[in-house]
C-alpha cells in the first residue's frame, strides 16, 4: 500500500507543511510510524483508520493534504511533454512547448531547418517543409531526424503549406502552384503528381475527410477541391474578399482564414464557403492556425507570438500564449489524448442459507450459503476477528469457530474491484452444559 508506511514520507517531503500537533508526535517529538487497520477494504481514504503508536486516530484532513502533497511532489519530478510545435521561419528552426506554453529543454527542439514555412503533426511525426532548399523533411516529435527528404518523388523546389489527415499528407508548392498527395506511411506519391496544378500562388492548405482547402494568395482567394480526384467540390463558393490570405485550418463544418494583410481571422461555413463572421479574430498580422480541442491557435510573426482563442466565440483565452519567437509562421498541436473510462465492476451479492439466529453447543459452526456472479471472493468473520476467505465462491462453505456464549457471525463478498457486497449477519449463540 502507498502509504505503508508514510512516516520518513511526509518528513522528507511535505517539509513540515502539515499541521502538526503535539498529540500526533512520539516521545522523541517525531511522527510516530502510521499503519492501515485491516478492517475495511474500501479504497477511499474516508473508510481508512490509522493508528500510530501514541494516537487512536489521525485526522482526515491530514491524510488527505499528506497525499496531495505526495501526488504534487511526484506530478513535479515527472518531465513535461511536447504538445505545441511551432515552425519560427527567422530562426530556421522548431520549438516546442507544452499546451500552457511551457518551453520544451533550453532551446531549439530542431535546428539548422532552411526557412521552415509548413509542418503538420502525424502519429509521432513532425513533417516541416523547408522553403528555402526545397525539401520536406520528417522528424520525430523529439527532435530525432527520420529523413532530410521523406516525400518521393521529392518536390521541386517551393515547398510552403502542408497537412495531413492520418494516412494522407498534402504539399503546397508555392513556385510551381502545385499541391501533390503522399502516402503518410511510406512518403510515396498518390497517383500520378500532381494532385492540384495551375494554382495561383497556393500557400496553405487543410483537409477534411475528402474536401482539400487551398489558400490561393494571388487571387486572394480560398477553394475547395475533391482530396482524391482534385475536382471542384459542388456546392462550396470560392471564398473572395481577403487582402492577403496565408493559413487555413478547418474544425468539424467550420474553416478559419488568416488575412495576413488585414490583421483578420475569418470564420466560414466548411461545406458552403459562406461567411460566419470574416472580422473573427485580429491579430495584426496572423499567419499559420490550428484548431485542437475547440482552441485556434494563431502564429502571428509581426508580434513573435502564437496565440489562443476560443474557436467557437473567439474570446482571447491567451494572446501571448508564446511569445519572443524569431517570425513564427507555422504551427502544430498535439490533439487531447482520448480519456478511456472502464465500467465499473458489477457489485457483489451473498446470501447465508438456513437460519439467521439459532444456538449450538459446539465450539464449531458450518455455514453455506450463495453468491453472484459478480462475486470475486467470500470472506466471514466471527465478531471482531479478521475476516477468512470461504471454500468456493458461488456456493460456498465456511465453519466458523465460536466463543461461548453470543456470537455475530459477518458474511460478505468482494467483486473484481475489490467493493464489497452489503453484509449479511447469522447471530449464533453456544450454551455450555453447566
Not at 493534504?65 to 521561419?89: N, W
Not at 515547398?159 to 512518403?187: C, E, K, M, P
Amino acid at each position: 500500500m502507498l502509504l505503508t508506511p508514510i512516516n520518513g514520507i511526509i518528513g522528507k517531503h511535505i517539509c513540515g507543511k502539515l499541521p502538526v500537533s503535539p498529540k500526533n508526535l512520539d516521545g522523541k517529538g517525531q511522527i510516530g510510524p502510521l499503519y492501515p487497520a485491516t478492517d475495511s477494504i474500501r479504497p477511499s481514504l474516508s473508510s481508512l483508520r490509522w493508528r500510530d503508536q501514541s494516537v487512536s486516530r489521525i485526522p482526515n484532513q491530514f491524510m488527505r493534504a499528506a497525499l496531495l502533497a505526495l501526488l504534487l511532489f511526484a506530478a513535479a519530478r515527472l518531465p513535461a511533454t511536447a504538445e505545441l510545435y511551432v515552425a519560427c521561419h527567422g530562426s530556421d528552426s522548431v520549438k516546442a512547448f507544452t499546451k500552457n506554453g511551457v518551453p520544451i529543454g533550453s532551446g531549439d527542439l530542431i535546428g539548422a531547418l532552411d526557412n521552415p514555412s509548413g509542418i503538420t503533426l502525424e502519429g509521432a511525426r513532425l513533417f516541416i517543409t523547408n522553403n528555402g532548399s526545397g525539401n520536406v523533411s520528417a522528424y520525430s516529435t523529439s527532435g530525432t531526424l527520420i529523413a532530410v527528404s521523406y516525400f518521393l518523388p521529392a518536390p521541386p523546389p517551393g515547398v510552403y503549406g502542408i497537412t495531413s489527415d492520418g494516412s494522407r499528407v498534402f504539399i503546397v508548392n508555392l513556385t510551381q502552384g502545385t499541391v501533390t498527395a503522399h502516402s503518410a506511411s511510406t512518403g510515396n506519391a498518390i497517383g500520378t503528381p500532381p494532385l492540384l496544378s495551375g494554382l495561383a500562388g497556393p500557400r496553405g492548405v487543410a483537409v477534411s475527410g475528402n474536401t482539400l482547402y487551398v489558400v490561393t494568395t494571388d487571387t486572394d482567394s480560398v477553394i475547395a477541391r475533391d482530396a482524391t480526384t482534385g475536382a471542384v467540390v459542388a456546392g462550396f463558393t470560392t471564398i473572395t474578399g481577403f487582402t492577403e490570405p496565408r493559413g487555413i485550418a478547418v474544425s468539424g463544418n467550420r474553416l478559419y482564414v488568416s488575412d495576413f494583410g488585414s490583421g483578420w481571422v475569418g470564420v466560414y461555413n466548411a461545406t458552403t464557403g459562406a461567411a460566419i463572421n470574416a472580422n473573427f479574430i485580429n491579430t495584426g498580422s496572423p499567419l499559420g492556425l490550428k484548431v485542437v480541442d475547440n482552441r485556434l491557435y494563431v502564429a502571428t510573426p509581426g508580434a513573435g507570438t502564437v496565440g489562443v482563442y476560443d474557436a467557437t466565440t473567439g474570446a482571447t483565452i491567451n494572446a501571448a500564449l508564446v511569445s519572443g519567437l524569431n517570425n513564427p509562421y507555422d504551427i502544430a498541436v498535439a490533439p487531447a489524448p482520448p480519456i478511456v473510462s472502464n465500467p465499473p465492476a458489477a457489485l457483489s451479492r451473498v446470501t447465508v442459507g438456513g437460519k439467521k439466529s439459532f444456538k449450538v453447543s459446539r465450539p464449531t459452526t458450518p455455514l453455506k450459503g450463495s453468491a453472484n456472479a459478480a462475486t470475486a471472493r467470500v470472506e466471514l468473520k466471527v465478531g471482531r476477528k479478521p475476516y477468512r476467505s470461504a471454500r468456493g465462491v458461488q456456493r460456498w462453505r465456511f465453519t466458523a469457530r465460536l466463543s461461548k456464549g453470543r456470537n455475530v457471525i459477518t458474511a460478505r463478498g468482494l467483486n473484481a474491484d475489490g467493493l464489497p457486497s452489503p453484509l449479511v449477519r447469522v447471530r449464533v449463540t453456544r450454551v455450555t452444559r453447566g
